[in-house]
T-cell receptor, first 115, second 120 residues
């Protein structure tokens, strides 16, 4: 049973560039959430996708956008990169409404460095 | 005000001893869920244990137990018989709102974490 996978594992970009991160959810899961984890901090919620639509969004600017595909995989796009966007980006998948707790399963993350 | 507070930036515990990691939370919702995750240096967040706000008994999962004190809004993680592999960051997180309702309250709010070091 494949868990959550993310690609790439590491990425180095320069300020002003654009980046796309990818996530495949755990088998059978239909919901994908993205989190940003700055060094020494807890993860912060960016947004969540369900049925190919963004259903909830955290306090992040419009430079952060996403997409969910019919196979439930997802992309996170960040435009006009800033130095402060350097972080570990975590993808989490879940299957809403079946377990009574809706726990989210996380992938290994993509470490983005902006120079 | 922070929704999840973890007051211990770092903790040390002797191997085979028990350790308690503190977590307090703030919400006005009656229905919510509390989670603990472990994050090794590799970065992946590993789910450990869950407590629902209406659960009458404290949750247990193997060596992990959750000391849930609803009136005090605390959800402390207890790790018994610590092992060297328990050395990691530990995060407390909260989901506000009931599970599985489609209400959109599915985001997890995390604390800043506690770094646990197990000493041989």
């Amino acid at each position: 049973d494949a868990g959550v996978t993310q690609s790439p594992t590491h990425l180095i970009k320069t300020r002003g560039q654009q980046v796309t991160l990818r996530c495949s959810p755990k088998s059978g899961h239909d919901t994908v959430s993205w989190y940003q984890q700055a060094l020494g901090q807890g993860p912060q919620f960016i947004f969540q996708y369900y049925e190919e639509e963004e259903r909830q969004r955290g306090n992040f600017p419009d430079r952060f956008s996403g997409h969910q595909f019919p196979n439930y995989s997802s992309e996170l796009n960040v435009n006009a990169l800033l130095l402060g966007d350097s972080a570990l980006y975590l993808c989490a998948s879940s299957l809403i409404g079946t377990s009574g707790r809706d726990e989210q399963f996380f992938g290994p993350g993509t470490r983005l460095t902006v120079l | 005000a922070q929704k999840i507070t973890q007051t211990q930036p770092g903790m040390f515990v002797q191997e085979k001893e028990a350790v308690t990691l503190d977590c307090t939370y703030d919400t006005s919702d009656q229905s919510y869920g509390l989670f603990w995750y472990k994050q090794p240096s590799s970065g992946e967040m590993i789910f450990l244990i869950y407590q629902g706000s209406y659960d009458e008994q404290n949750a247990t999962e193997g060596r992990y137990s959750l000391n849930f004190q609803k009136a005090r809004k605390s959800a402390n993680l207890v790790i018994s018989a610590s092992q060297l592999g328990d050395s990691a960051m530990y995060f407390c997180a909260m989901r506000e709102g009931p599970a599985g309702t489609g209400a959109g309250s599915y985001q997890l709010t995390f604390g800043k974490g506690t770094k646990l070091s197990v000493i041989p």
